[in-house]
Structure formats: C-alpha cells, structure tokens
C-alpha cells in the first residue's frame, strides 16, 4: 500500500493559509489587492479589534458572477490568468487564485456579491472553507467579504496573535501601503466603530499629503528616472529627516508593493554621506517597467520579486536620488565616483588609534541633530555626567591625551573608551554605555513610583500624530507623564507637548517623542513591560551617541556611573556594553607565552 496521499483540499488550504495569511494584516491586504483588481473605485475596510473579532471589505468592484462566487474558493481558482504565458505579463495585484481558499479555510466567512447592471447578487456562507449556505439577494454592484473568527480552527496561530495595538499597526502599515500606490482609490478605515481614515480620489501628490500630512509632502524632493522604457519616479526626504527605521520606505513595482533591500540601499547610496549610517530615508518610490522583465511570482506573498537584470535597477535608482539631491543643492560639490563609505571604512582601518576631540564626520546639513555639538552638551550636563560647566572647551586637542593617560582612559574614534584593568584591558562602548545608566535610572524612578524631573516648555508644541503613533502614545500615555513628558490631547490625533524630561533640549521634543513612539512600535518583540519598553526607548533615543566626543571628566563619570548599575555589562537590547581582553590573551596574541 502506497504511503504517499494527495492531501484532501481542506488540508491544503489550511497549509497554504500558513503562508498567505498569518496574521489579520496579511488578510487585509489580500481582500483589498482583489477589490483593486475588481477596479473599485471605493473601498471601505471595518476592522473589530484589531481584526480578531471581525475584518471586513467592501468594494464597488466589478462583482462576481453566482458560478464565479462558488469556484472562487477552489484553490488555484483565478480569473487573472489563464495559461503560463500569462505569467510573464502580469498586471493585476493577485494571479495565485489561492487567497480566499485560504482565508476562508481559517475563519467563518460571508461573501457578497453581485455583477454590475443585476439586481439580485449572490451570498454564500462559508465555515472552515466549506460553503454551508447559498442565497440570492437584492445587491449593489459589488463585492462584500466578512471575515469572523479568524483562526478559530487554528489554536496554534491564533495564539501566536499579538496584542491589539501591535496587530492594528501592521494593518494599518498594510493598508498605507495601497493609500499610497492608489490614490484614485477612495479609501475608508473604521476602526472600532470610529472613522479614522476616509481619503477621497486624489493625484498622486495630493494622496501623500492626506496620509503623511501637508507638511511631510513640502519636505519631499521629487525624482524621476529613466533609462529606454522603465520609469522610475519617486519622492525622497532631505536628509536631515532620515528615521531610525525603514517604515516610512515604500518601493512599489507597477503599483505593486514589494520589499527589495537593495533597492533602499540604492537610495541610501544615492545620500552619499548625508545620512548617518544607522539611519534611513524615508521615500516613495514608483517603478515601471515591462512585466516581462521581472518575476512576481517568487514569493507566495508576492512581496518580493526578482528582476531580469537588478543592477540597471539599483543604479536607476542610485543616480535618480544623486542627481536630485545635487539639483536641491543639498551638498556644496559631491564627488560621483566616491562612495564615502567604503572611504571612511578605509581610513578607520589603517589609521593608528588616536585621542581624537573634534568630531571626524564631514559638516552635515543643520538640523541633523547628531551633529549639533550643542546638544550633547545638553545630555551631559542636564542628564546624569557631574561635569564641570566649561570642561568641554577648555581641555582641547593634545592636552587630553596627557589627561587621558594620568587617568588611563582614552576615548578611540569618538565611539569607544578605553581602560586599563587589573586583569587586561577594557573597551567600553561610548552609546550603550549611557544607554543602560539612563534606562536603569528611569526604571528606579518608574518602579519607585516617582516622576522624573520635568521642565515646563515655554511654548508648547502641538503635533499631528499619525494614527500608528498616536496607538502607542495613548496606550503609554501614563508612563510617557511619568518620564517627565506632560501631553495634551486636542481633538483627533492632534496633541500638545507641554513638558519634557529635564535632560531633553528644547527644540528637540516633538522630535524626541517621535522617536520614542517609532521605537516602541519597532521592538514590539521584545521581552519587556510596556513600562520598560518606554524607559528603553527613551534611554536609547537620549544617550549620547557614537560620534559625541568626550572630555575626560565625561568619560570618567560615565563610567563610574556605568558600574554603579545592576547590568553593566549589556545594554538594554542586550548588546554588549563592555569588552575586556585578559592580559594572558594579549601576551599570547604578541608570543610572550
Ligand atoms: P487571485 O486574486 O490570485 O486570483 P483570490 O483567491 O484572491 O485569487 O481570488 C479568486 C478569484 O475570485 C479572483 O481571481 C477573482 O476572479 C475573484 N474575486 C475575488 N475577490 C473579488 C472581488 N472583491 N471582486 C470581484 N472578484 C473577486
Ligand atoms: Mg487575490
């Protein structure tokens, strides 16, 4: 007897489902992609906490027929392409025919719909994929999909579910996704019962405007590029808005969002040294090219594709950003074939260390925080180093490496510090350093029940969060007050910074918070309280950075600080603060023994 059987159907949805929807998100995207595909001029999406309890699309798309309805769950069920010739030029969002089997297999499921110029439209019930009832009803033209109890027969996924804040986020981050590649498309979101997007029809620059806001869309700088008959056009941000993350980076191949990293390098390249290496743009970019020169279909969620040739792609995009930033005259003279990286990675090889107190990055556009000498000042002084007022310009050049030897610590490269122990030597790195003192210091404060101090702003800052933003401020909001932040809610999104912690300079709150809220939402895994989280997020954002020069009362009093908390030894994410080479290993590494 034969130990190999074909799967029954059910199970194979269900094993597909794994790949296509794991998550309310990954729902979301495949009920709208085929309302887009359906040409819908009008989509309303109603999401019941965050999805779990209820999803719901409607569109005013070309409908389905009663036969197309019922055939419409069979897996590999397509109207997008009929033979594999077809695969080489596709232009609708789906062509796997494998969204709603699945979807439907994991959840109890309500189809609606009906052709255009028909009164009546079909509605077919769904429970674990099988139809289990059939009606014909009055309809508008359209389709309806109610998604209930999703992963009700999948414990094992619906366990592994996130909490309502972090699953709304990555719905919301897939919905922006189609905000921005459609702006023809009217969009609706109901959250909850509240209405919190409702973008009409609009060009392309005005879509923009309504999801990031008018004033994101003024700092943009539009590119275009082109090379025989692929297309790229696109919006980059000044570099002094570069984010610690990729979230705002949206790269869409004919209107279809995909994830290339190197593509975003492209663009990173295409800064020249204008951005700092631990940070990224923010862009939109819009390739078109010949369907026949690409392949979609490498990735069950179709989110990566693979290019016929990705080097005329990366540097289409390299030269796009290049040329735009040298027109804005963003840089004073930019050099074409220098890649100022790998220069800097060369130099910082064969250099001999140095005691170094001016910093080594090239002048930077103002208002790129990292290298306002003035802030650093700020951090030290307010936050946790007892450093005499002047010390930082009055021990200058050569002088500090005489200090720096009397108290055998030596800063290399601006980043680390370097100390004799008794046992060997130790490098300690500058940023994670202040990183764990300052998270450890807001934690007493948080645990104890007590405020950190806070300086009252002489002209309160009102902000207009995005909604993602504005999830995590208000789930925080308390211990946000607690870290010395006070916050006034006006009505929607808008809300008012009136203080900040006494160590954050003024200038720099909305700034700040931004960050703090960013980081927040980007380690969502991690292991810590929500209370932690915020103390990590503000400890990171606030330390001093690698890069900051320090005086040798300055390294002298981080240090103490650092061994006067319960972990030196790693910072809050778990990077090692401290690297220390014995003596013996030294002796060895030189054939002493
Ligand atoms: P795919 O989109 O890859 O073809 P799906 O499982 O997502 O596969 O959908 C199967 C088929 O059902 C589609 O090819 C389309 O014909 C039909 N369909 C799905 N959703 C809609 C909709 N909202 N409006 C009209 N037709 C739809
Ligand atoms: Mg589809």
Redesign the pocket.
């Known amino acids: 007897m034969a130990n190999i059987k074909i799967l029954p159907p059910n199970i194979a949805n269900k094993i597909a489902a794994g790949e296509v929807v794991d998550r309310p998100a990954s729902i979301i995207k495949?009920?709208v992609?085929?309302?887009i595909?359906?040409e819908?001029t009008e989509i309303t999406v109603t999401i019941l906490h965050a999805g779990k309890e209820m999803i719901q699309?409607v569109?005013n798309?070309?409908?389905?027929s009663e036969e197309?309805?019922n055939?419409?769950?069979e897996r590999h069920?397509?109207?997008?392409?009929k033979s594999i010739s077809d695969l080489d030029h596709i232009f609708?969002?789906?062509?796997?025919?494998?969204?709603?089997?699945?979807?439907a297999s994991v959840s109890r499921m309500e189809?609606k719909?009906c052709l255009k110029n028909e009164q009546m439209g079909t509605l077919l019930k769904l429970d674990a994929g099988n139809i289990i009832s059939k009606n014909k009803l009055a309809l508008n033209q359209?389709?309806v999909?109610t998604v209930k109890n999703l992963f009700y027969n999948t414990p094992a996924r619906r366990n592994f579910l996130r909490a309502d804040s972090t699953e709304t986020n990555h719905i919301l981050k897939a919905l922006k996704q189609f905000f921005l590649s459609h702006p023809d498309i009217q969009f609706i979101v109901i959250n909850n019962g509240e209405e919190i997007f409702n973008l009409p029809a609009a060009s392309q620059d005005e879509r923009i405007a309504q999801v990031f806001g008018q004033k994101f869309y003024d700092d943009l700088v539009y590119i275009r590029e082109e090379l025989n008959d692929i297309v790229l056009e696109g919006y980059i941000c000044q570099p002094e808005n570069a984010r610690g993350n990729t979230a705002n980076q949206f790269i869409y191949l004919n209107r279809r969002s995909i994830v290339n990293r190197s593509l975003s390098h492209a663009v990173f390249q295409g800064y020249g040294n204008l951005i700092e290496r631990s940070k990224y743009p923010q862009f939109i970019m819009f390739l078109n090219i010949s369907p026949n020169l690409v392949d979609v279909n490498v990735h069950p969620t179709k989110m990566e594709v693979r290019f016929a040739n990705e080097r005329v792609i990366y540097h289409l995009f390299l030269s796009a950003v290049r040329k735009a930033i040298q027109k804005e005259e963003m840089v004073p003279e930019f050099s074409m074939q220098s890649g100022p990286r790998e220069k800097e990675e060369i130099t910082n090889h064969f250099q001999p260390m140095r005691f170094s107190r001016t910093p080594q990055k090239k002048a930077l556009l103002p208002g790129n925080d990292i290298e306002d000498p003035d802030q650093t000042k700020i951090t030290f002084s307010n936050t946790s180093f007892n450093k005499p007022s002047d010390e930082n310009e009055s021990s200058a050049g050569e002088e500090t490496s005489t200090h720096s030897v009397q108290a055998a610590l030596w800063q290399v490269h601006n980043r680390y510090i370097l100390s004799q122990i008794k046992s060997g030597l130790v490098v300690i790195d500058q940023h994670v350093a202040h990183e764990r003192v300052l998270f450890e210091r807001i934690l007493r404060f948080l645990e104890e029940d007590r405020n950190v101090p806070s300086q009252q702003l002489l002209f309160p800052q009102t902000l207009d969060l995005a909604l993602e933003d504005y999830l995590v401020l208000s789930e925080n909001k308390e211990w946000l007050e607690k870290i010395g932040f006070s916050i006034a809610e006006l009505s929607g999104r808008t809300i008012v910074i009136e203080a900040i912690p006494a160590d954050v300079k003024v200038g720099h709150e909305s700034k700040i918070l931004i960050q703090i809220l960013d980081y927040y939402r980007e380690n969502e895994g991690s292991k810590y309280q929500p209370h932690e989280k915020i103390a990590a997020a503000f400890a990171c954002k606030n330390a001093i950075k690698s890069g900051d020069s320090l005086s040798l009362v300055e390294m002298n009093s981080l240090v103490d600080q650092l061994f006067a908390t319960k972990e030196p030894y790693f910072c809050p994410h778990g990077r090692p603060v401290i690297i220390t080479f014995g003596l013996e290993e030294l002796d060895k590494k030189f054939k002493r023994i």
């Open positions: 495949e009920l992609e085929n309302a595909d359906a819908a699309v569109d798309g070309c409908g389905m197309d309805a055939l419409a769950f069920a397509t109207s997008k392409i609708t969002l789906g062509f796997r025919g494998e969204a709603l089997a699945s979807i189809l719909t359209g389709t999909v």
